[in-house]
């Protein structure tokens, strides 16, 4: 028997889940459980339970709930029901092995760290310290606390979780872990901002990190929130490390041996030989001395996937051109400042990370922590708004340029940091085009122009220069797909019709949630739901959509609908916007005192800034504006029935995500469906109502068979004469995987459909494909997975990299061998990857004894292959040959295929060619010499290849394979 109370209390037997009753016998069980093996009165029971003033049966009550316990918990051992729950005077004691408690693990894991920690021990204490903390499963007790039990001994607990956590970001920093701790911290900082070792451990990790403002502002804000709240400044140690962090102080810089731990290369391991193999090679050539870095490479352990990888980025260039103004330098200056301030803003709310200002230069970068598949799109919206900026004479030269960049940090910069550097040609066409336009004007680079056509208008620059566009117009078109037939989701549909006449004929509320992945049919499948409803008398249908060309602003969805019913447009001025929202408020509710509070406080979600009492920026204000939205829904729902569609949730923010979820609890018995529309990555969230609510259901789109491609092919590729073949239309629809979108984006990149978009991300090749064979990727496509696995914590990215050298299927196997981790965390993270849907089992492998996995679809391995640097795909697909050599029953054509890659990585990465010979031959002089004792036409196979990757200026190479080919073609 296990129990759990790091989380929901919880009993498991060996093979089941123990049922434990009602609330009576479970918090009996909980704060017995907190007194493990200790004798527990029935007095300190029955005021645990009920408080100072228990009901007069209090006593028989607990004496019963005792009772069925103990017909639950069973012995595992003797079967005896006795021996768990015992009475014990004065009261009763529950016996039980510590090592099946897990806060008894926690608290023993917990003093290993905090020993090792103390030993300067610091890996250890993070290995044990990191197990402590995975005990936990959220609050202890939550099931408990939810219903009202608040005892000290679960305060104590969750204190010891934060004292754990302490000792856990310290062991990190005293290693040189800074940049991965920092979004960690960030998020425990901000709900909980009195302890101060937290907020020192936080400030430290940004001033290691570049932050010194950012320390600072962590320093300010914890001491706003002592003096409100307690009254009290800063400990004399949080404000010893401001004063530290002011005056640059050397110790703060991470010590030395973390330093020399992280530089210093593994030594190489020294190659011996016995004596017969000494006397063999007297007669032989001499073996050619390797080089030091082929030795260092073969000796090291494999590099890790994730510090340094391929993103598609887009970069604005922002000019403050001050040719047109002449005022005074201190002027100027508050003009330049201002005019920054303004560009780091629209970045951020466009998605953007400033990343490096020179003079009045200004860098932004879209796509470098999270890609997200309209980077591009969002880069030109900003520039362009930035573009009209005027101060006083001073205006803004944009230019916008995209392309493939090579990121160093880009898991830093997903955490909060700044990446370390981001190095790509795109950037110097960027500064090239920002000196060679006019203040008022956008260049945009060829490459983004063509990822972009489809949304945006462009005109040639009649300018100098150069092929490149200049943005004279920007009206988003986008693309619409209602003229495309609605295949085989009839049954989506007719569930989602059926809920609204449920819901109109209950009038209870309920809640749906449509799951699927980007261009699986959400949006296509709710716009004929929505036809559906305006051609349905009695039932009103209000629309809030997060649209991705929009700003990130985390509430568009509920003002979608508050505008939807006041018909509120963009065009409307702030008057007849404020005039709209209070007529529908007054329809609603009357005219009065409240009519006006909840058309001000409305008014801070339809025009954020202009409302008078209230603001996004505080929990407070938030939570007046989540009643005021909820008030104006029930108003409308109590007149008639009402559908909310709420699209794209999984744009928005965990606070958000909570009071949609809790909606239909809380607005009562009212004719109200709320339909969401999201992707599978949202039941990733811890806001998610996956937990089950009674008024909740989950619908998920799967791929559509390829019939269902076929068909909307057949009317894609109509208007195409000659072109829309039966074997175009089943390649499209193999390649699409049953996306709608994908199927779309393949016949636009191939110029079956007219006027459709030509933009692609070349991937290399993989190794189902030839490597000079360089199969082409849609832009938006490539965009789109890209997105998906950034998704990924960095271990399962980098593992799923690492897949994709072996293409499908691929064993465990391959992988340890590959990445040279423990194969229990492998098989977690192929786990994981399973359930987020990027890889499935497919059978067992008899012949490596593991199980072999492929990928969900081909493109989601090209996608992570084009993501590795050339450098570590040829380390990879090196290590690879080399465990390949020693599997006698893999063939041999897959080991060679991996040397030609290798080859192929090392030559595109400009890499010394020595290390060719070096490592390469190496690995097919070993692999031929196996060989030769069983098949020398195998081993003649290994040395004709390997004399393919000698050096020209290595005559010793050549000499020594082509006396080992001899000796294979000459009979034994």
């Known amino acids: 028997m296990r129990f759990r109370i790091l989380g929901p209390l919880n009993v498991t037997g060996i093979d089941h889940s123990v049922s434990l009753g009602g609330i009576n016998q479970r918090a009996a069980l909980g704060y017995l459980l907190l007194h493990a093996n200790n004798v527990v009165a029935t007095s300190r029971l029955l005021q645990a339970l009920w408080g100072e003033d228990p009901p007069p049966t209090a006593r028989k009550i607990l004496q019963n709930a005792i009772s069925s316990l103990r017909r639950t918990l069973v012995d595992r051992e003797s079967g005896d029901r006795s021996k768990l729950l015992v009475t014990h005077a004065p009261g009763y004691v529950l016996r039980a092995d510590p090592a099946t408690i897990d806060s008894c693990e926690f608290k023993e894991l917990a003093w290993k760290g905090q020993a090792a920690l103390t030993a300067g021990e610091w890996d250890e204490a993070d290995c044990h310290l990191r197990k402590a903390l995975a005990l936990w499963k959220g609050p202890a007790l939550a099931d408990l606390v939810e219903d009202g039990y608040a005892w000290p001994e679960l305060t104590a607990l969750q204190n010891a979780r934060f004292g754990v956590l302490e000792n856990r970001m310290e062991a990190a920093l005293a290693v040189g872990r800074h940049f991965e701790i920092i979004g960690e911290l960030e998020a425990v900082v901000s709900t909980d901002p009195l302890r101060e070792r937290l907020c020192r451990q936080l400030m430290l990790a940004l001033y290691r990190s570049g932050r010194q403002a950012d320390a600072l502002s962590v320093y300010r804000r914890t001491r706003a929130a002592l003096v409100e709240r307690l009254g009290l400044d800063p400990g004399p140690e949080l404000r010893r490390l401001e004063r530290a962090i002011l005056d640059h102080d050397p110790s703060l810089l991470p010590g030395d041996g973390a330093a020399v731990?992280?530089?210093?290369?593994?030594?190489?391991?020294?190659?011996?030989?016995?004596?017969?193999?000494?006397?063999?090679?007297?007669?032989?050539?001499?073996?050619?001395?390797?080089?030091?870095?082929?030795?260092?490479?073969?000796?090291?352990?494999?590099?890790?996937?994730?510090?340094?990888?391929?993103?598609?980025?887009?970069?604005?260039?922002?000019?403050?051109?001050?040719?047109?103004?002449?005022?005074?330098?201190?002027?100027?200056?508050?003009?330049l400042e201002r005019a920054h301030s303004a560009v780091r803003e629209r970045v951020r709310l466009y998605g953007g990370r400033t990343h490096e200002r020179l003079g009045p230069v200004t860098l932004a970068l879209f796509g470098i922590a999270q890609t997200q598949e309209d980077d591009a799109l969002r880069a030109i919206r900003m520039a362009v708004e930035m573009a009209g900026y005027s101060d006083q004479g001073v205006r803004l030269r944009v230019a916008v340029a995209g392309g493939e960049a090579l990121v160093l940090g880009a898991h830093e910069a997903a955490a909060g940091g700044e990446p370390v550097s981001v190095t790509g040609r795109f950037l110097e066409t960027g500064l090239t085009l920002l000196f060679d336009t006019r203040p008022g004007v956008v260049r945009v680079c060829d490459d983004t122009r063509e990822a972009c056509a489809e949304h945006f208008d462009f005109v040639t620059a009649d300018t100098a220069a150069s092929g490149h566009d200049v943005t004279v117009s920007l009206r988003p078109q986008l693309a619409s797909r209602t003229d495309l037939p609605f295949v085989q989701r009839n049954r989506e549909l007719k569930q989602l019709e059926w809920w609204v006449e449920e819901v109109r004929r209950s009038r209870r509320p309920h809640l749906v949630t449509v799951l699927g992945v980007a261009g699986i049919g959400k949006?296509?499948?709710?716009?004929?739901?929505?036809?559906?409803?305006?051609?349905?008398?009695?039932?009103?249908?209000?629309?809030?959509?997060?649209?991705?060309?929009?700003?990130?602003?985390?509430?568009?969805?509920?003002?979608?609908?508050?505008?939807?019913?006041?018909?509120?447009?963009?065009?409307?001025?702030?008057?007849?916007?404020?005039?709209?929202?209070?007529?529908?408020?007054?329809?609603?509710?009357?005219?009065?005192?409240?009519?006006?509070?909840?058309?001000?406080?409305?008014?801070?979600?339809?025009?954020?800034?202009?409302?008078?009492?209230?603001?996004?920026?505080?929990?407070?204000?938030?939570?007046?504006?989540?009643?005021?939205?909820?008030?104006?829904?029930?108003?409308?729902?109590?007149?008639?029935?009402?559908?909310?569609?709420?699209?794209?949730?999984?744009?928005?923010?965990?606070?958000?995500?909570?009071?949609?979820?809790?909606?239909?609890?809380?607005?009562?018995?009212?004719?109200?469906?709320?339909?969401?529309?999201a992707r599978p990555e949202l039941v990733n969230r811890p806001s998610y109502w996956a937990g089950g609510q009674r008024n909740a259901t989950t619908m998920s789109l799967e791929p559509l068979p390829l019939s269902g491609i076929d068909t909307l092919l057949r009317s894609l590729l109509g208007a195409a004469p000659g072109r829309c073949t039966a074997e175009l239309r089943a390649s499209l629809a193999d390649r699409s995987g049953g996306n709608p979108l994908f199927a779309i984006e393949y016949a636009n990149m191939m110029g079956c459909r007219t006027g459709g978009s030509t933009g692609a991300a070349p991937v290399s090749g993989v190794p189902a494909q030839n490597f000079e064979d360089r199969p082409m990727v849609p832009f938006l496509v490539h965009n789109i997975i890209s997105a998906r696995l950034d998704t990924l914590p960095q271990p399962e990215k980098s593992l799923l990299c690492e897949a994709s050298l072996f293409g499908s299927p691929f064993y465990e196997k391959e992988l340890a061998a590959l990445s040279g981790r423990d194969p229990g965390e492998i098989q977690e993270c192929l786990e994981f990857l399973e359930r987020r849907e990027f890889l499935r089992r497919s059978r067992l492998g008899p012949e490596l004894g593991s199980v072999e996995y492929e990928f969900v679809h081909e493109l989601v391995g090209k996608v992570a292959y084009s993501r590795l640097p050339h450098a570590l795909r040829a380390e990879k697909h090196s290590r690879a040959a080399e465990w390949l050599a020693g599997q006698p029953n893999r063939p041999l054509t897959l080991l060679v295929h991996h040397c030609r890659q290798a080859v192929h990585h090392i030559r595109k990465a400009a890499l010394p060619a020595e290390e060719i010979s070096a490592r390469v031959c190496g690995i097919l002089i070993d692999a031929g010499q196996r060989a030769g004792q069983r098949d020398t036409t195998a081993a003649h196979y290994c040395y004709r290849t390997a004399l393919e990757f000698c050096s020209p200026g290595d005559p010793q190479w050549h000499l020594l394979l082509r006396r080992r080919q001899q000796e294979a073609k000459s009979p034994a």
């Open 523 to 677: 949006s296509r499948l709710m716009h004929e739901f929505r036809r559906g409803i305006t051609e349905r008398a009695g039932v009103r249908c209000l629309i809030g959509c997060n649209r991705k060309l929009g700003l990130k602003e985390p509430y568009t969805a509920l003002a979608g609908v508050v505008r939807a019913y006041a018909g509120i447009t963009d065009d409307d001025s702030a008057l007849q916007q404020d005039r709209k929202l209070d007529a529908a408020v007054t329809g609603l509710v009357g005219s009065g005192p409240i009519s006006a509070q909840l058309a001000d406080t409305l008014r801070s979600l339809v025009a954020p800034g202009r409302s008078t009492r209230h603001g996004l920026h505080r929990p407070e204000s938030l939570k007046a504006v989540f009643a005021a939205w909820r008030r104006f829904v029930e108003e409308l729902a109590a007149r008639e029935p009402l559908v909310i569609l709420l699209e794209d949730l999984n744009r928005v923010d965990d606070v958000l995500l909570k009071f949609i979820g809790d909606l239909t609890e809380n607005v009562g018995s009212l004719p109200l469906l709320v339909v969401v529309t």
């Open 261 to 335: 731990r992280l530089a210093t290369p593994p030594a190489a391991v020294p190659e011996t030989a016995g004596p017969d193999e000494d006397a063999s090679r007297s007669a032989a050539p001499p073996e050619p001395q390797r080089s030091e870095t082929a030795r260092a490479l073969r000796a090291a352990p494999p590099p890790p996937c994730g510090l340094e990888e391929y993103k598609r980025v887009t970069a604005v260039f922002v000019h403050v051109d001050t040719s047109g103004t002449s005022v005074p330098p201190e002027v100027l200056n508050r003009l």
